[in-house]
């Protein structure tokens, strides 16, 4: 096993065992298994926030159909940098399946890839949490949910709680059986107890989410 490999695997037993010192983390564990963060650590923050434009308010499937026509304007780049998406007008953009305000959005994230807003990884390294979240949110259509998202799925950042996030509250909705969800502040101050693997935790307040979906009787009319 190399390095780094190495370092996510030792962080990975020590974050399990810190989530199991709570009961209800305990049993979820147990049920759901290890976790599958799947980091996408070969992808840019440049790419990252460019398909997450995509995938904003659409269903996985629609939003990589979109991400597919995209690509295929490019045939010879793995995925085009951004000057060549700049150079690219709009209607073939439009083809493709995206909005005017997320042409807008792409475009935006393409400038400020190229005037050094948006880092590269070993850049993105060297910035906190705080001060990337306030730098990538003065992105046309980035908010913070999305730079969370970024830096837990692709920058493999291990303490991040998306405390906006309607999954992340439902799943500790259901994990701690209360009627109603914590507000942000108050997931935010409830979080605390799982630092510094905050990251690990989302990931199976997601699958708490998702078990109480599949569980749920379904309605008829």
Request: aromatic share 6%; with cysteine.
């Amino acid at each position: 096993m190399t390095g780094p490999n190495r370092q996510n695997a030792a962080m990975s037993r020590d974050g399990l065992r810190h989530l199991r010192s709570d009961l209800h983390f305990a049993d979820l564990i147990r049920r759901v298994g290890p976790p599958r963060l799947g980091v996408q650590r070969q992808r840019s923050p440049y790419e990252a926030l460019m398909r997450a434009i995509a995938h904003q308010q659409l269903h996985g499937r629609a939003a990589e159909a979109i991400l597919a026509r995209f690509a295929a304007l490019y045939p010879d780049a793995d995925f085009p940098d951004p000057l060549r998406v700049l150079e690219t007008d709009d209607a073939a953009l439009r083809a493709c399946g995206f909005s005017a305000s997320k042409i807008a959005a792409l475009r935006d994230i393409c400038a400020k890839t190229l005037d050094g807003t948006v880092p590269n990884r070993r850049a993105a390294a060297r910035l906190d949490d705080a001060a990337l979240i306030e730098r990538l949110t003065t992105i046309r259509g980035v908010g913070r949910w999305t730079v969370e998202m970024l830096m837990i799925f692709t920058l493999g950042r291990p303490d991040v709680l998306p405390v906006d996030d309607f999954g992340v509250r439902e799943g500790y909705r259901v994990l701690a059986g209360r009627e109603a969800q914590p507000k942000p502040r108050e997931m935010a101050e409830i979080g605390l107890a799982w630092a510094p693997y905050r990251s690990l935790a989302t990931w199976y307040l997601y699958r708490a989410a998702e078990e109480a979906r599949r569980q749920a009787p379904t309605s008829r009319a």
